[in-house]
């Protein structure tokens, strides 16, 4: 899997989401998943396939047994089409003010579709009649988490469903699913701290209500 995007995680203060700057690298880098790099190489690497985050999280480790030592931060990239992306984790904790060292590369996505966080219904991106779609209507209704990113890989659908305007210590859920309607729906992590970037316009994204297919979701 080829990878190629810089990313700089910049020190802030705690009110204030992680920026991210990039810079030209005309290597590529092919990358496993789990693979981990120095963060001064990831962001040379992604910048090339002309990445940007769109969506900073703080993971939360409910299984401790399964729990990374110092890593925390996650980035969800996409470039300006939507068709690749990737979510990454650094050794830091958004908000702190500390440069992460080391990113490591979770997971690569395509077909990327940013939403404003705010609509009542379902996006078209989002398989239904399914359980995915179940699960995820579930989480609008008790919490009020409202899809933000959908995303596919190998035939799967990712979701991360939150409130970025309660970046409290639980704030939003990563989910899979598909359209196979025996198949069950898995929530994949929990997230606190959940915002989009500074590369993504709020108010320029598309709502769920009005069912339109953000095409170019970094604005």
């Known amino acids: 899997m080829s990878l190629a995007k810089i990313l700089r995680q910049v020190a802030a203060p705690a009110a204030t989401a992680i920026a991210v700057a990039f810079a030209a690298n005309a290597n590529a880098l092919d990358l496993k998943l789990g693979q981990c790099l120095p963060a001064a190489d990831m962001m040379s690497q992604l910048k090339a396939e002309g990445q940007k985050s769109v969506v900073l999280a703080n993971r939360i480790w409910s299984d401790q047994e399964k729990k ?11 470039n300006d089409s939507g068709d690749l992306g990737y979510q990454i984790e650094g050794d830091s904790v958004l908000g702190e003010g500390k440069q992460a060292t080391k990113f490591c590369l979770v997971s690569d996505y395509t077909n990327i579709h940013l939403y404003d966080g705010r609509g ?6 989002i398989p239904h009649p399914s359980n995915l779609a179940t699960m995820v209507r579930s989480v609008m209704d ?7 990113l959908v995303a596919q890989r190998n035939g799967a659908t ?4 939150g409130n970025p305007d309660v970046r409290d210590s639980y704030n939003a859920v990563m989910f899979v699913g598909n359209s196979d309607l025996k198949q069950k729906t898995a929530s994949l992590e929990s997230f606190a701290q959940t915002n989009y970037s500074q590369n993504v316009v709020r108010d320029k994204l598309p709502s769920t209500d009005s069912q339109t297919i953000a095409t170019h979701p970094v604005r």
């Open 142 to 148: 008790s919490r009020g988490f409202k899809p933000m």
């Open 68 to 78: 990374i030592g110092g890593r925390y931060v996650n980035v969800f990239t996409s």
């Open 158 to 161: 990712f979701v991360v469903t």
């Open 120 to 125: 009542r219904l379902l996006p078209s991106t």
